[in-house]
């Protein structure tokens, strides 16, 4: 009986093993499974700067090419939202994206603040001159020197422009560089701002229930 203790001791042990070994290898399955499902219908989980909204997209138009400017309706919500869009930076192309007018739709998207010229002064004078916007109590400044100006904008996306003020202060702004602009760079200016939240669609998934 001594003898016969030890080999049932093992016994129980290796079919133990081997059922949690099984067990292991359901779970390893079931989840190859999900993840399978999940990337066939194209939903994922956002990451910890996007958010995730289902609506409409009622109006996709040239922002020029290749962004696209998207105003989406939240029926549930009674609120409407407006998005840029890269397309070169999607799966999509531009006709499958068009074609999405109209449609629901889970989009994933970022929002960031991101400062919009409204004036530019040198020595006192508007180097934006009938393009500058009325700059009133709400708006903020920053004096100092520009680069990253150093020529025209050709192109039809903006490119950026720097000024660094005497403390060492740097603020870049997304913007198309004018002649007036490029002439200014290396000098000192000041520029009016006010911040905006910009909401960029960075996944695109059409509904499909539609």
């Known amino acids: 009986m001594k003898r016969i203790f030890p080999y049932l001791v093992l016994s129980l042990f290796i079919l ?3 059922g949690q070994s099984k067990n292991q290898d359901k779970i390893s399955e079931s989840e190859e499974q999900t993840s399978e499902t999940s990337e ?3 939903e994922r989980e956002p990451t910890d700067e996007e958010i995730r909204e289902y609506g ?7 922002a020029p090419y290749p962004m696209f400017s998207i105003d989406v309706e939240f029926p549930e919500r009674e609120m409407k939202m407006s998005f840029l869009f890269n397309v070169e930076e ?3 192309d531009m006709t499958e994206l068009l074609e999405m007018k109209g449609k629901y739709a889970t989009i994933y998207y970022t929002s960031d603040g991101e400062p ?6 040198r020595e006192c004078e508007s180097l934006l001159g009938e393009d500058a916007i009325d700059i009133n109590e709400a ?4 004096t100092g020197i520009v680069s990253g100006a150093e020529s025209q904008t050709t192109g039809d996306l903006p490119d950026e422009l720097t000024i660094t003020s005497r403390d060492g202060t740097k603020m870049t702004f997304q913007c198309f560089i004018t002649e007036e602009m490029a002439a200014a760079n290396g000098e000192e200016v000041t520029v009016f701002y006010r ?6 669609i960075t996944y695109l998934k059409a509904s499909e229930d539609d």
């Not at 919009?116 to 002064?121: A, E, G, L, S, W």
């Not at 708006?139 to 920053?142: A, K, N, R, S, T």
Request: glycine share 4%; proline share 3%; with cysteine.
């Open 16 to 18: 133990t093993n081997c």
């Open 40 to 42: 066939t219908s194209g």
């Open 56 to 62: 409409i997209l009622t109006s996709i138009e040239d």
């Open 90 to 92: 999607s799966p999509l």
């Open 116 to 121: 919009d010229i409204y004036d530019i002064h």
């Open 139 to 142: 708006d903020q400044e920053i």
């Open 195 to 200: 911040v905006h939240y910009r909401n960029t």
